[in-house]
């Protein structure tokens, strides 16, 4: 994850959590065959045990969850001409849609299908859109086994012509998806007020008026008892490692891999908060371990939880794991 901050009276943070490289996924064997024929230029749906025909396929039956597609029988040509089921205009396209000029989201069910899928269609202008018109699917050259092999809809039923692909390649096994989530994120009064502690290199937590149980990063509800934990808390940066993972998947902000992360109790807190865990190697980590905070010189902080770094290890003896084992 990656953050920055919008300056202004309405100070907001902008937040993007992404996959680096995208997310890898096996597709199976249904939806590898849908994506095999988009590389290679055809529509295929797969037909339920009562006759209808599912696009895309999935791997069961949406009503009676019977296993689809375990059969060359079972998988019918479709299209690719279709018919426009329902619609919604783009006026503005955003960076990440399909076509950089107005377009249509549409359900489109292709002939011979009983459901519909959606996709794109350029229709050049909203009046040209209407519920129950044909399209045609437009095909890219260069073609990997995608959704995205289609490159839009275009209105009419045609011809439906399609660049000629690479042959003798393998079916489609594999699926590499961008994943990104982007956000903006303006803090409350209790986050505001934590966020100034970290400016400063002070961890802050608040105290439940009656459990007396302290929250770190701070609650302004207990979640116990569902009160106002209004009482605030100065916490020490130091506290026990109760549990880790070694990460071998690079991260934004993170060290090298393989780099490790965990829960740390702070000295006084009563839930553990999640940080990374360095200088130190990943062989010699271990449950119970005393750390410190690691912050950032203290001319180049800015109002950011990224002024801690990480915990490290103070050096001195290990923690009973009686005294921490209901945070493990």
């Not at 437009?138 to 092999?149: F, L």
């Not at 989530?181 to 209790?190: I, N, W």
């Amino acid at each position: 994850m990656t953050t920055t901050r919008e300056q202004g009276s309405d100070e907001r943070v902008r937040h993007v959590l992404e996959f680096p490289g995208g997310y890898t996924r096996s597709t199976g064997p249904v939806i590898g065959r849908f994506l095999t024929g988009l590389r290679d230029g055809r529509l295929f749906g797969v037909r339920m045990p009562d006759g209808k025909v599912l696009v895309p396929p999935t791997e069961y039956d949406p009503r009676t969850a019977a296993a689809l597609g375990t059969a060359d029988d079972d998988w019918v040509e479709v299209g690719p001409a279709g018919t426009v089921t329902t619609w919604t205009w783009i006026a503005e396209p955003r960076a990440d849609h399909p076509l950089d000029r107005p377009f249509a989201w549409a359900l489109i069910q292709p002939d011979g299908a009983d459901t519909a899928l959606l996709h794109a269609v350029d229709a050049g202008e909203r009046e040209a859109m209407a519920t129950g018109m044909r399209v045609h699917p437009t095909w890219r050259a260069d073609r990997t086994g995608s959704i995205k092999d289609i490159a839009y809809f275009a209105p009419g039923d045609g011809p439906a012509e399609v660049p000629p692909s690479e042959t003798d390649l393998e079916p489609v096994s594999m699926l590499t998806v961008p994943s990104r989530l982007e956000y903006r994120l303006r803090g409350g009064t209790v986050w505001n007020r934590f966020i100034d502690g970290m400016a400063v290199g002070q961890i802050r937590g608040t105290r439940c008026s009656t459990c007396g149980k302290v929250y770190v990063p701070p609650r302004g509800v207990c979640p116990a008892d569902g009160l106002p934990a209004t009482e605030w808390v100065d916490l020490p940066d130091t506290g026990v490692l109760t549990t880790f993972a070694v990460n071998n998947v690079p991260a934004a902000g993170a060290p090298e891999v393989p780099f490790v992360c965990g829960y740390v109790l702070l000295d006084g807190a009563d839930i553990a908060m999640l940080v990374l865990i360095s200088d130190v190697s990943w062989q010699e980590v271990r449950l119970g371990t005393r750390v410190k905070a690691v912050w950032v010189p203290e001319e180049e902080r800015t109002r950011s939880v990224k002024n801690l770094k990480w915990f490290a290890p103070t050096g001195e003896p290990d923690v009973p794991f009686e005294r921490y084992e209901e945070y493990v």
